[in-house]
């Protein structure tokens, strides 16, 4: 009997070292090595294209444009065109009352008449000897007076009716039927519209390396993703701030849009700057912030992953170009980059298929486990058994 209880205990004592041996066994944590699955790249030496992006406005160019006001006040008796409307060279486009500018025709021709008989009659008394030469200086003088008036009331009498100068657009129009209007405010306004600029807006720093000349390409309203309008050239770069915007003014000139470009059109403008033929460049998804710079992961043959800071100059949407920390040749992660740590083991996904998961290779099937060979069976799933069934 005491020999049997000894025995039990010695069971029991044995038992509880062994749990106990196992639990601290468990509770160890696992040393395993980070995996990561994400796509690479090469970084390879190409030709870098430095570009400026600015959204600019659609205007008529210097020299085709017109704007038209009343020669003096006066009440509007007829609009002629609208907004929009094409007119050509010519065509009338607003009417004034007519009666206040023939009376100051009339008048000044009357004006004109006489003073034409006084000087002459001046004239002739002074080669008489009975008036002084001061006399027909003066009669000379009031002749001068009426003919400038008398021309300028022609003229007035003429732009009664305003005309358009130029073949164009009517682009705006401020003139009310029965409205006065003043010769200080702007009554019609015609672009042509075959010859036009767009004006860009670019911050100093950036207009200081936009040069005459350089090319651009251009799409319709302030996204690249708009409509393709073609390419373009600068013209002229401002060489003042403008007061309003405080930016500097790129004016450049559409060589063939794809359409027609309307006036007070936005339009997107991406402007080439500089070529480098031979640059390192990597993708932008490629970089990861690290205080004031960036980083990348260069993987190394082992397949694990070592942060290198990198020093970026040029940027484009999709490259960015690498000043220093890389020389080409490297492999580093381009996608999933922001989930990689330096030392992580990381399984290239490349093109991959759509479906396929991170550290699927291309090729498996679906339910493939990551490191199966292309064309494996999914294992069977493991089936609980009947308690007491023999294995």
Do not use: W
């Not at 027909?136 to 009716?161: F, I, M, P, S, W």
């Not at 390396?209 to 409509?227: F, K, N, P, V």
Request: proline content about 6%.
């Amino acid at each position: 009997m005491r020999t049997s209880l000894k025995r039990a205990a010695l069971l029991v004592l044995v038992s509880g070292i062994a749990c106990k041996g196992k639990d601290a066994d468990d509770a160890k944590p696992a040393q395993a090595e980070p995996v990561v699955g994400a796509k690479t790249a090469v970084v390879t030496r190409q030709a870098f294209t430095e570009t400026i992006d600015a959204i600019g406005v659609v205007t008529a160019a210097a020299g085709h444009i017109a704007q038209l006001s009343a020669p003096a006040p006066a009440r509007i008796a007829h609009v002629f065109a609208a907004v929009g409307q094409r007119v050509a060279r010519g065509a009338a486009l607003v009417e004034f009352e007519r009666a206040p500018f023939d009376a100051q025709a009339r008048s000044a021709s009357v004006a004109l008449a006489t003073a034409e008989q006084s000087f002459q009659r001046a004239k002739r008394l002074t080669d008489a000897g009975i008036l002084a030469r001061k006399e027909v200086d003066l009669a000379a003088n009031e002749l001068a007076q009426a003919q400038a008036n008398a021309v300028g009331a022609k003229r007035a009498q003429e732009l009664a009716t305003l005309r358009a100068p130029i073949s164009g657009v009517v682009t705006r129009m401020t003139a009310v039927l029965g409205a006065t209007s003043d010769p200080n405010q702007m009554v019609v306004e015609v672009a042509d519209p075959s010859v036009l600029d767009i004006l860009f807006t670019v911050g100093p720093g950036d207009a200081g390396r936009i040069h005459r000349g350089a090319t651009l390409t251009l799409a319709a309203g302030q996204r690249e993703s708009g409509e393709s309008l073609g390419s373009g050239t600068v013209a002229d770069v401002g060489a003042s701030i403008d007061t309003a915007s405080r930016g500097v003014i790129v004016r450049a000139r559409a060589g063939r849009p794809t359409r027609p470009l309307r006036i007070g059109e936005t339009v997107f403008g991406r402007i080439v700057v500089a070529t480098r033929p031979n640059a390192v460049a990597v993708p932008a998804e490629s970089l990861v912030p690290e205080g004031e710079g960036f980083k990348v992961f260069v993987v190394d043959s082992a397949h694990v992953a070592h942060a290198t800071a990198v020093t970026v100059g040029a940027r484009t949407a999709t490259l960015a170009e690498i000043t220093s920390g890389l020389e080409g040749g490297e492999t580093i992660v381009t996608y999933g980059a922001y989930g990689v740590a330096d030392s992580a083991k990381v399984i290239s996904i490349g093109a991959g298929k759509p479906g396929d998961k991170p550290g699927d290779k291309p090729g498996d099937k679906p339910g493939d486990k990551p490191g199966d060979k292309p064309g494996d069976k999914p294992a069977e799933p493991a089936t609980a058994k009947p308690a007491g069934t023999k294995p």
